[in-house]
């Protein structure tokens, strides 16, 4: 039995989102189509959680849903902070 083919898309980046996922596709010998690829199923569950969120956020009243907003805009703060540490150390590291 054959896989089923995958689905393409077109994606615009900026200049440096293509030269960092051509960087990457010459490191690993791929396409810079296969780096999005797996870029995007490495954080496809993420993207379905969202979806579902975002689904469950039009059946609320405005004032649950400006609470949600809120409530998702200090965890992308939250999660921005660990993410700049993160970085930080790595750069750090490296040096």
Known sequence: MSKPKPKRITVAVSDEGYDAISFLAKLNRSSRGRVLGEVVEMALPMLITSAG???????????????????MRRAEDALLTVTEHTVSNVTRTRQ
């Open 53 to 71: 969120a975002f689904e469950a956020a039009e059946a609320m009243t405005e004032d649950e849903r400006d609470k949600f907003f809120a409530a």
